[in-house]
């Protein structure tokens, strides 16, 4: 099961570069000819902030595709958006936390996982002990382990 942790966000702009075309898989060409514009990244993963929150990802049951969201990952969870068939969502179900994609089964509701060794949850047979907490919206992978877990601040919500 995968499981989130909810991290405190501080509200500043985060300044990156956008390369006005987008970056080859294959032959390198020099980035400097293609600068682009600043982008504001904590508006791109933030554009609600007083409804979003961020939250690391614990486990494997979302790392198949198409989500692709692995074991320590950041989440942008955005609690304006109605949650609907094919979202991914942060749920708590009996108090534990989880994040997997909503999907409608005939006339019921699923939690289902995007790694096929995970069971999927018929939301039917939880009654009051379900709630979803918002909707994800992005995913920020890290690829050199351990340098993004230094720069964030976690607190336990309770």
């Known amino acids: 099961m995968a499981t989130v942790e909810i991290l405190q ?3 500043e702009p985060i300044w990156i570069i956008e390369c006005e075309t987008p970056i080859p898989a294959g032959f390198p060409s020099p980035a400097d000819d293609y600068r682009g514009p600043r982008v504001d990244l904590s508006a791109l993963l933030l554009p609600h902030p007083d ?3 961020m939250a690391r990802v614990k486990g494997s049951s979302m790392d198949g595709a198409p989500s692709h969201i692995v074991d320590g990952a950041l989440i942008t969870v955005d609690c304006s958006i109605k949650p609907e068939p094919g979202h991914i969502v942060v749920a708590a179900i009996h108090g534990e936390f989880t994040v997997k994609r ?3 089964r005939g006339s019921t509701f699923w939690l289902v996982p ?3 060794a995970y069971q999927s949850t018929d939301i039917s047979l939880l009654g009051d002990g379900f709630e979803v907490w918002g909707v994800v919206t992005h995913a920020v992978t890290e690829f050199i382990n351990g340098k993004l877990k230094e720069h964030v601040r976690t607190r336990r919500l309770q």
């Open 9 to 11: 966000i501080i509200q």
């Open 51 to 53: 409804c979003t929150y």
């Open 114 to 116: 995007d790694n096929p």
């Open 102 to 104: 909503l999907e409608k």
